[in-house]
């Protein structure tokens, strides 16, 4: 288990409401279709939230280490 899978973010976009894995939605499937460069910013977005998450779980293991006793 890496240190951010125990970090979630209930304000994170799911795959369902960003397009899934980077495929555009296309024509016939009630959604207008996306640009590259929205997809882009969309998963430059999931890049720096998955970032963010990674940290705060580093930072909370730093505050909290598992070995130290207060």
């Known amino acids: 288990m ?3 899978d125990s970090v979630h973010d209930a304000s ?3 795959s369902e409401e960003t397009g899934g ?3 555009a939605a296309g024509a016939g499937s009630g959604q207008p279709t996306r640009s590259p460069g929205a997809l882009k910013l ?3 977005i999931q890049d720096i ?3 963010i998450d ?3 779980a580093v ?6 280490p598992a070995g130290h006793r207060g």
């Open 2 to 4: 890496n240190p951010g």
């Open 12 to 14: 994170r976009p799911t």
């Open 21 to 23: 894995h980077g495929a």
């Open 42 to 44: 969309v998963q430059d």
């Open 49 to 51: 939230q998955d970032i």
């Open 54 to 56: 990674k940290l705060a």
């Open 59 to 64: 930072t909370q293991q730093l505050r909290h």
